[in-house]
């Protein structure tokens, strides 16, 4: 263990999860030979679950590249949200659920919130009574490919009432094939 605070904490958890259910499972950091930590995977389960003293049948992988991977494009999506909620103009993420995920500063301003009054919210929560608004179109991610943009003109309405026109870009990104989104 990387020390016995972390030691006797996860020791608790670990105990509790084993009298509960027989097994527990997560990540943590082990101390190699040389002194080095690194990230591991752990499962743990009672041989017998009727007797706890009987022992416990452990597995250990090695999953520090993987976690450094998941850190570093965490890390470079932290550092582009920064830097795309620094520009003028207004950026939102919706998901291919049709629900807000995420809006810059300058969008927040323009739409008179905060992100939080907006995740999960459908992109049509600020467009105008129009029945064929742009943003109550669901074309957009049938029919762009990954980087197309199909840019469109219309009235959108703030929270607090205003209205005011924009010319937007509908863009589809994908973080996976499986998991696309629409900027």
């Known amino acids: 263990f990387e020390s016995d605070e972390v030691h006797l904490s996860l020791q608790a958890q670990q105990q509790a999860a084993l009298r509960q259910d027989g097994l ?67 950026i939102v993420t919706v998901a291919d659920n049709g629900g807000i995920e995420w809006m810059n500063r300058s969008a927040r301003r323009m739409f008179g919130g905060e992100l939080a009054d907006f995740v999960g919210e459908p992109i049509s929560i600020v467009a105008t009574a129009e029945p064929d608004h742009p943003l109550r179109a669901t074309h957009y991610l049938q029919s762009l490919e990954e980087g197309q943009a199909e840019t469109f003109e219309c009235r959108l309405r703030g929270r607090d009432g205003r209205e005011f026109w924009v010319v937007g870009n509908a863009v589809v990104t994908g973080r996976d094939a499986a998991h696309r989104q629409r900027d």
């Open 24 to 90: 527990w499972r997560g990540e943590r950091r082990m101390r190699r030979r040389d002194g080095r930590l690194s990230w591991v995977q752990v499962s743990k389960r009672c041989v017998d679950e009727r007797q706890p003293a009987s022992g416990l049948i452990c597995s250990y992988v090695d999953i520090d590249e993987r976690r450094r991977a998941r850190e570093a494009v965490q890390l470079q999506a932290e550092r582009t949200r920064a830097i795309l909620d620094s520009v003028l103009v207004g």
